[in-house]
């Protein structure tokens, strides 16, 4: 293997690794495809027999949660002792040359996904349990979790393109069923519609890219397509850019890049739970896992190598333009939805910029951060029945457990030092830099500059989600209340996740994250930063200080009145990111009705203030022409012809319009006997 | 060729009694005063027309026309039936046109036709016993057949999407 | 097996569509007979395959196409009817008459 390894072209002359010497992990390996199954199982026990047990399914669902909570941490554990690369497979059916296998992939990447998903997925179907109390689909709904859950660990346990389909589409479904829980409100209906459609769209991007590639390779297996790579097969050179393209383009869709994020804030619609492990465990992080699989595609000099800009400057527009917009919600779910997409719009940026650590890095603490900030703001919205934080507010007081855990979310997310969402955003700032000047050109240094401005865009929308909701008077009608504690402790228990998770990655004194994800056969040739780059990481801190600083004399002086917002109310820029940017409305009117859409209304001003002005001018003076023509020639001469062959042709359309009589079985007779008496004159005349 | 040479052959006969069970089914099909009982007629006039495909070798076609038809299209057409409650025999609702005997006709006359030009210009010619496997089918359909293929799955996606906006209900009202 | 009587046999489950078709005020009956002639259609393609000994199944795939396509059309025409019902109440053909002049 190690000759595989120095074969490849590495991009990062630094960032060089050496083939570690990998385990096979033993029996732990081996039968790691429990993960996938005992959830999919175990969803099958909650739909038939949920009902009838005591607990109503849930304690089904938290059993296979459970299990792959502790499997992944046990994983987790022996990777980090010895480094694990283990890929099993069943063959499932062959297809002339083409042979379909059930797999399961154990190496850094994927078990960094089971322990992240476990672990997240265990605290949020605890919290589950208090929070769809008395819910009508109480059952069913546990048994689409667990659907979602396990189509995920499908999709991130799959050692070939197929198998990857098949889960990314089981999550789809599964999303799809989430978001229109509350399926009695026909908007729930329309968000689940919209997500699917948005994803599917995208999806066939990834269709096309698996196609491309499973053609020109002759194989599924990323194993056998990353050994192309560093083979640097010239089939797979020459379409590697449409490849590359086309896979980013769905995981485009199902990490929701601008402009596919349209679905994303809409998902808000199903049950917090949901969101909270949509956002931060599966489904949005399966593009960045997609990008982190076929890392090599990108970074390899030779192939997709020009997507990497794309994906860079993709990246950048969905952190900054998704950041701005957050800061105008009121819907607090929504907040951290466009939050979300910001972040993701890291992980991507960082992907774009050739820094597979890194990105992966933030989607790991991200993880815990933001589906902690969900389960905290379900536990809020639990409390005063309103998602709106003009609803909200002083609720510091009623419910502190939610209050602290939110805080420290907050905090992690805005990338205050030391909690983990500092350490993997100067992660992505050091590669962005580093990028800058390898190859990334003023693409990554103006990315650089808009992902600094981001650290201070989240740092100040979370302030003002925290003043909002947690300071000041208490607007809604509702008792707020403590929730009860199997919601509070998982708040707790993420809350210290979210806090420690960024010391497992250190620069210069404990690289654990990087060498676990980095444990793999073939090198990805990215680059991670040898020492902590104090200019960086005090940029990134000022911005998220400055954020979190303006934040507070913003909306903490004005936390007494009811339109806190309306301090934000800048004339164009407010009504842009009201509208969110006008996209939502350029896809229902730009396809649904493309006369009425802003395009048409553009036009109409051309025609309005420009064009006419110009008509006008030129038609009064044909005018003048014209009423020397019309007098004299037109109405004498011309109009008579005109007129007679016109009422000519209308009075044969009166007699024959008799024959139009609108009964198709009246057609279907001269059909039928027209062509008897084609066919009985072709003979007589032939 | 004599009558008697014809029906030596056994597979003569088979056809005779699947042919004659297609045409009966078939007159019911177009007479029977019960919609169901006429949806199910129909079945047996498919299910005929897949014996008559596997006697002329070709099985996957036989195998599509009971799957797609037997199996799919005529649940359509019994979920239309329920859909437009439409007369199942007891109602007194006239199901047929007074203009019978005209149509009846131009049928006649179209099978006089349609039979005469295939009579004089076949005749006696025989048909050479080849069986067609799904997997020559399946080259062929994949290899020269491949852009009407895609066409004919884009006809049915358009179908699909254009069932759906026909036949939901109008959000709006 | 002569090809004829395969031919013949199409002709007259033709002949029994274009029947059920001129007859059936019923929009789904109508709909049923077309499906007649369609599978009358179908015979007479997969017959002439077998009577050329097509080395490109040319008569076999197209009978395939047809059963495609009679798919969609029989999706759509139902959903039509199923319209056309919803609107006025009655799947019967030859009380609409909205194409007319």
């Keep these: 293997m190690t000759s595989l390894a120095t074969s490849l072209l590495l991009h990062a002359e630094e960032g060089a690794e050496h083939a570690v010497e990998l385990s096979n992990g033993g029996l732990l390996a081996e039968l790691a495809w429990l993960i996938p199954m005992v959830p999919l199982v175990l969803m099958f026990g909650v739909l038939f027999f949920g009902k009838r047990l005591p607990g109503k399914g849930w304690e089904l669902a938290e059993f296979s949660m459970l299990f792959v909570a502790v499997y992944g941490v046990a994983l987790f554990i022996a990777n980090a002792n010895t480094g694990i690369h283990y890929e099993g497979a069943i063959e499932i059916a062959t297809v002339g040359s083409l042979v379909l296998e059930w797999g399961w992939m154990v190496d850094g990447l994927s078990i960094m996904m089971y322990t992240v998903i476990g672990v997240v997925g265990l605290a949020v179907f605890t919290y589950s349990k208090g929070y769809m109390e008395g819910d009508i689909r109480y059952t069913g709904f546990f048994a689409n979790f667990t659907l979602f859950t396990a189509g995920m660990l499908v999709l991130v346990s799959a050692p070939n393109l197929l198998q990857l389909i098949v889960g990314w589409e089981l999550v789809g479904v599964a999303s799809y069923l989430l978001i229109g829980h509350y399926w009695e409100d026909h908007e729930n209906n329309a968000a689940a519609i919209k997500a699917f459609i948005t994803n599917k769209v995208a999806d066939v991007g990834l269709l096309i890219g698996v196609i491309i590639i499973a053609v020109t390779v002759g194989s599924f297996r990323f194993s056998d397509v990353l050994e192309a790579i560093a083979n640097a097969d010239s089939g797979l050179i020459q379409v590697a850019f449409w490849a590359g393209l086309a896979l980013f383009i769905g995981a485009m869709g199902k990490s929701a890049q601008f402009p596919f994020h349209v679905w994303l804030p809409d998902a808000m619609a199903g049950p917090t739970p949901v969101s909270s492990l949509m956002h931060a465990a599966t489904m949005v992080t399966a593009g960045v896992y997609l990008l982190g699989r076929m890392f090599p595609l990108y970074q390899n000099e030779l192939f997709a190598v020009d997507v990497k800009v794309i994906i860079i400057i993709v990246g950048a527009l969905t952190l900054f333009l998704m950041g701005l917009i957050a800061l105008v919600q009121d819907d607090i779910k929504k907040v951290l939805a466009y939050s979300t997409l910001s972040q993701l719009g890291y992980m991507t940026v960082a992907m774009g910029a050739g820094a597979y650590t890194a990105g992966l890095f933030h989607l790991f603490t991200h993880a815990f951060f933001k589906s902690l900030l969900f389960l905290a703001a379900g536990s809020v919205i639990h409390a005063v029945h309103s998602n709106n934080m003009s609803d909200m507010g002083g609720l510091r007081k009623y419910m502190p457990s939610t209050y602290w855990t939110f805080i420290i979310g907050s905090l992690a997310l805005a990338g205050i030092f030391p909690l983990s969402g500092f350490w993997s955003k100067d992660e992505i700032l050091a590669s962005l830099r580093y990028d800058a000047g390898h190859g990334g050109g003023a693409v990554a240094s103006v990315v650089l500059i808009v992902a600094i401005a981001g650290a201070f865009i989240t740092a100040l929308y979370m302030a003002r989600a925290v003043y909002l909701t947690f300071f000041g008077e208490y607007k809604g009608e509702a008792h707020p209340h403590e929730s009860p504690k199997i919601m509070t402790y998982p708040l707790i228990g993420l809350a210290v996740l979210a806090a420690v998770a960024g010391f497992s990655n250190m620069p210069g004194i404990f690289t654990g994250f990087t060498d676990w994800v980095g444990a793999r056969i073939i090198v990805m040739g990215d680059h991670h930063a040898a020492a902590i780059d104090f200019l960086l990481a005090g940029a990134g801190l000022a911005a998220a200080a400055a954020g979190i600083a303006v934040g507070t004399r913003l909306w903490r002086r004005d936390r007494d009145t009811q339109q806190a917002r309306d301090t934000f109310r800048i004339p164009v820029l407010y009504p842009l990111l009201e509208r969110k940017y006008y996209i939502d409305d350029f896809y229902l009117r730009g396809i649904v009705n493309p006369t009425k859409g802003p395009i048409a209304r553009a036009i109409d001003w051309s025609n309005t203030y420009v064009l006419d002005g110009v008509v006008n001018g030129v038609g009064a003076g044909a005018g003048l022409m014209a009423r020397i023509v019309y007098h004299g020639i037109d109405q004498r001469g011309i109009d008579l012809a005109i007129n007679a062959a016109a009422a000519a042709t209308g009075q044969a359309g009166e007699q024959l319009r008799y024959t139009t009589t609108g009964r198709v079985q009246q057609y279907a007779w001269a059909l039928f006997a027209g062509t008897i008496l084609l066919v009985v004159g072709f003979l007589i005349f032939n | ?173 | 097996m002569i090809v004829n009587q395969f031919l013949v046999l199409a002709a007259l489950l033709f002949s029994i569509g274009i029947y059920g078709v001129l007859v059936r005020r019923n929009a789904v009956l109508v709909l049923l007979s077309v499906e007649l002639m369609l599978t009358a259609v179908n015979i007479n393609l997969v017959a002439f395959g077998a009577f050329l000994q097509d080395e490109l199944l040319a008569g076999q795939v197209f009978a395939l196409f047809v059963i495609a396509v009679a798919a969609a059309e029989v999706g759509i025409g139902l959903a039509i009817v199923v319209l056309i019902f919803r609107n006025r109440s009655s799947a019967n053909i030859d009380e609409l008459n909205l194409l007319k002049w």
């Design chain 2, 1 to 173: 060729m004599e009558f008697t040479d014809w029906i030596a052959d056994a597979r003569n006969i088979v056809f005779l009694v699947i042919g004659v069970a297609i045409i009966g089914s078939a007159i019911r099909v177009v007479t029977s005063p019960n919609v169901v009982h006429a949806a199910l007629m129909l079945v047996v006039a498919l299910g005929g027309s897949a014996g008559l495909f596997l006697m002329l070798g070709a099985e996957f076609v036989a195998w599509t026309v009971v799957l797609v038809y037997i199996g799919a299209v005529i649940v359509l057409f019994l979920f239309g039936i329920m859909i437009t409650r439409a007369p199942t025999g007891r109602d007194s609702v006239q199901l047929d046109h007074a203009r019978r005997w005209p149509a009846a006709l131009v049928a006649l006359a179209m099978f006089v036709t349609i039979a005469w030009a295939t009579t004089v210009s076949f005749g006696d010619a025989l048909i050479a016993d080849r069986v067609v496997r799904a997997e020559d089918l399946g080259a062929v359909l994949f290899s020269r057949y491949v852009i009407p293929f895609e066409v004919v799955s884009f006809v049915l996606l358009a179908a699909l999407i254009g069932g759906i906006v026909l036949a939901r209900q109008d959000p709006e009202r």
